[in-house]
């Protein structure tokens, strides 16, 4: 098997490389070349140990087998160990790649897989590869590296959607819905509740609840929340006190500007209309109107009564008295026939035991100040009844909308609304200040004790799930509105929310940090200006950074947090892997730009890659030897990333930052080397040149002699730290297509020439001399090789030029044919030539 440094050692001997030479360029690279076992189409064979040994023939020193089906490691896993370890290979392992770890559906979603499929899936892949593991470490001498899935096969969701497609669950296998007792109990039980976590409680609310599930906050106060706490009901009947109030102080304003009698007769037409709906008002009015006017505004009148000698006096005390001269059917104890009861006192048209008109018996001046005294305190009684008592009401809020809506035609809604404006009171809590209706709100979210005497929150979250169903589980919702208020909070712990950094991590490493300079990205004020939702609104690269945040959530809760049943016990992937030393190396799958996948920027998938690895160290303590302290790494396959119209470099180079910016984090453990920062995460290059073909989709171009734009990336890499882990080989894997070429020779000359140090702008024939009999140095020696003009070839290469160095003359040249040559017999015989008359030396 060709080691790693392929000629680069004998080349040195040749050229006696000095100590300080040796330390040039990248002396600390440790990697291998090789290719992928192909997929069975045209001449490569079906079975998985035949195209194994018809693909090692292309010269790698490894291979990436291709196993989709857990099966195949039961079924062809002898024949596989038995061919891998005659060939001296070491190999990796390729998964199912339409399987992918993103989605946040259960069963299905658009062209990709959901939760409930692909992780029995993968689960089944784990047991199935663990057991191929033992079985080969047992009988043979190979080494079995990381296995290859790619990381998301389903798009991104738009920023809106009709409707679910699918059951929507959270990062944890939970439908994301469920909420009712045995459910809950479950979240609880296994300290996984997000609905748990008071500080996702309140961002889900502002974020969530406000913006998707209602058009306006009355509606989830009035439908939702007043049902199940009556603290919360009370404080928000007070705020629609105080709208009803102001929308009677604005009819107050609009009858104003008509007649004084007008406006009274408004008030009383709006208390009595509220008494129909209020039967309590009626009361309340009597015990109003029977209050005494003090002594000085009392009035008494004495009455000569016609025909008679007699004579009579009444003193008019209070509203309640003035009925004595109203007559029988209009009485101003009724609210039924207190506008009636008004018109005929502003008109004073009282009467004396229902008989004599009182104006033609009593003075005229105290009929006047009768009436007036009567409508000043009708007005004041009226506003009274209205306004409430201090902290009692003696209207209903449901008698004032009734009113206002009937009398003065406001829209219900329109009240109700109004009341988002006002603080709401809870009279039954004295010493309380005043609730803005948001954080009360909030509180009753949450569970506040003092919201909920009755002990109802349990019923009221089962309510939560059931009412808003839909559109919770719209991906679109769950991956721009839900997940990133818990991944935001991820870290608060308590009884029956764990606390977890990583998902954190994530969002402050994708969105956080990126984004906090141009918008304000708090989740409790996501409707400021220049806030959270303007930023969904207004930037497609924001929307793409908060899906692939939440997606990496995801494909960390796959990993990290769903349980799964082995034949060993439950457990999770992360916690199987590490006992069996099973790693895998995430990977973006090929796409189009028309249709972005959620995952497949490689700053993203390494990201992902991380946060499964720091819950890993968290919980895990020690990590399997095999795994260099990482359960995840990164596969980069440039010519997927061009696949999404993107340039596969400028990606990379937003990875490289991304981990040099992570290195620098102190809260996590990340394992990154600043001066490598690609070191420890980047394990696998998907070694091709992009290019797309009508077929397939993706070209999988050679790496051919003299390529200088391979070569460059490839530098790049290794100059940041991809092949400079000391403790696990990087692979350079060739994902072979129809085109074999020299893929394997020029990668492992390439890789030689990177290791030297040479790079990519000395790359160039103009370093090679070729016509001399030795080389300069080892550098020219591997240059010409690169350029395919090493000596061997070169002579090759003038040879048939000579050859055929005329042939371009062929059929342009004329010339007379003779029949014989002045060399022949024939020329003496037939000719006059006499070959003496010649020097002989002139035709030597």
């Known amino acids: 098997m060709k080691g790693p440094k392929f000629i680069l050692s004998r080349l040195k001997e040749n050229f006696d490389v000095s100590e300080e030479e040796e330390q040039e360029g990248f002396p600390d690279m440790n990697y291998v070349v090789g290719n992928t076992s192909g997929l069975d189409v045209g001449n490569i064979p079906t079975p998985v140990d035949r195209r194994i040994g018809d693909q090692a023939q292309i010269g790698g020193s490894a291979m990436e087998v291709q196993i989709y089906n857990p099966a195949t490691f039961s079924i062809e896993g002898d024949k596989i160990i038995d061919v891998v370890d ?4 070491d190999i990796s392992i390729h998964s199912q790649p339409k399987m992918g770890y993103a989605s946040a559906y259960k069963t299905q979603g658009q062209q990709g897989v959901g939760i409930g499929t692909v992780h029995p899936y993968f689960t089944n892949y784990l047991e199935a590869m663990a057991k191929f593991k033992q079985k080969a470490e047992r009988n043979a001498d190979f080494d079995i590296g990381r296995i290859n899935p790619h990381a998301s096969t389903s798009p991104m969701p738009p920023l809106e959607e009709r409707m679910p497609m699918d059951v929507g669950m959270d990062p944890f296998g939970f439908k994301i819905n469920g909420l009712d007792k045995d459910e809950l109990d479950m979240r609880d039980k296994a300290n996984k509740s997000i609905f748990r976590n ?15 599930a209602v058009d306006r906050p009355w509606q989830l106060y009035t439908n939702f929340l ?22 009677y102080d604005i009819g107050k304003e609009r009858m104003r500007n008509k007649e004084t009698e007008d406006l009274l007769q408004g008030k009383a037409a709006l208390v009595s209309t509220a008494a129909r709906s209020d039967v309590g008002v009626q009361n309340v009015w009597l015990d109003l109107i029977s209050e005494k006017w003090d002594e000085d505004e009392q009035i008494t009148i004495e009455i000569s009564i016609p025909r008679t000698d007699n004579s009579d006096e009444i003193t008019i005390d209070s509203l309640d008295s003035i009925n004595e001269i109203l007559g029988q059917t209009t009485r101003v104890s009724s609210l039924r026939t207190l506008p009636e009861a008004i018109y005929r006192i502003e008109n004073k048209e009282f009467e004396y035991r229902n008989q004599f008109e009182l104006k033609d018996l009593v003075d005229g001046g105290k009929l006047e100040a009768i009436s007036q005294k009567a409508l000043s305190d009708l007005n004041n ?12 009401f003696l209207i209903s809020v449901e008698g004032k909308r009734s009113a206002l809506s009937n009398h003065l035609d406001y829209d219900p809604q329109r009240i109700v609304q109004k009341a988002e404006e006002y603080d709401g009171n809870d009279f039954d809590e004295s010493d309380e200040d005043p609730w803005e209706l948001d954080n009360a709100a909030i509180k009753t979210l949450k569970g506040g004790k003092q919201f909920f005497e009755s002990g109802r929150y349990r019923e009221m979250l089962r309510a939560l799930g059931n009412q808003y169903e839909q559109p919770m589980w719209m991906e679109s919702n769950l991956f721009y509105y839900i997940i990133p208020c818990w991944m935001s909070s991820s870290s608060a712990e308590n009884k029956k929310h764990g606390g977890w ?21 708090d989740l409790k004020e996501p409707a400021a200006e220049n806030g959270y ?23 960390w809760g796959h990993f990290t947090q769903m349980s799964s049943e082995f034949n060993s016990g439950e457990s999770t992937w992360m916690e199987f892997m590490n006992k069996h030393g099973i790693g895998v190396n995430l990977e973006a799958m090929h796409g189009s730009p028309k249709q972005l996948l959620k995952l497949w920027r490689p700053k993203d998938i390494a990201t992902a890659s991380h946060a499964i690895n720091i819950t890993a160290r968290n919980e895990l303590g020690d990590i399997h030897p095999e795994l260099d302290n990482c359960i995840a790494k990164f596969t980069i396959d440039m010519e997927h990333v061009a696949s999404f119209g993107a340039n596969p470099w400028n ?7 991304n981990e040099e910016k992570i290195a620098s984090y102190e809260d996590y453990t990340t394992g990154i080397d600043p001066e490598k920062p690609l070191a420890k995460i980047l394990r696998q290059y998907h070694l091709m040149k992009p290019g797309v073909e009508s077929q397939q989709g993706t070209y999988h171009g050679p790496f051919r002699k003299g390529d200088k734009q391979l070569y460059t990336w490839i530098y790049r890499l290794v100059e940041d730290g991809f092949a400079r882990n000391k403790v696990e080989k990087a692979s350079l894997m060739y994902e072979q297509g129809e085109e074999k070429e020299s893929t394997i020779y020029t990668a492992r000359i390439a890789m030689n020439m990177i290791e030297l140090g040479i790079g990519p702008e000395e790359v160039t024939v103009d370093n090679v001399d070729p016509s001399k009999e030795e080389y300069r140095d ?28 005329f042939d371009p003359l062929k059929g342009l040249l004329e010339a007379e044919e003779f029949g014989y040559t002045y060399s022949s017999k024939a020329s003496l015989e037939q000719g006059e030539n006499r070959p003496g008359d010649y020097m002989g030396e002139e035709y030597r």
């Open 501 to 521: 950094n990583a998902p954190e991590f994530i969002w402050k490493t994708l969105v956080e940090d990126k984004w906090s300079e141009k918008y304000e990205i």
């Open 86 to 89: 005659q060939l001296g290979l």
């Open 226 to 247: 007043s049902r199940y706490s009556e603290k919360f009901d009370r404080i928000f009947r007070d705020a629609q006190r105080q709208a009803c109030d102001n929308f």
């Open 381 to 392: 009684k009226l506003d009274k009844i209205w306004n409430g008592d201090g902290d009692k």
């Open 533 to 555: 939702f303007d930023a969904l609104e207004e930037s497609h690269e924001f929307r793409m950074d908060v899906g692939a945040a939440t997606a990496a959530c995801y494909v």
């Open 778 to 805: 080892e550098r020219e020696a591997l240059i010409a090789r690169f350029f395919g003009i090493d000596k061997a070839n070169y002579s090759k290469e003038w040879a048939k030029i000579e050859e055929h160095a």
């Open 198 to 212: 008071e500080q996702f409680l309140e961002k889900f609310y502002k974020t969530f609840l406000l913006k998707k």
């Open 651 to 657: 990606q990379m180079k937003e990875m490289i930052e």
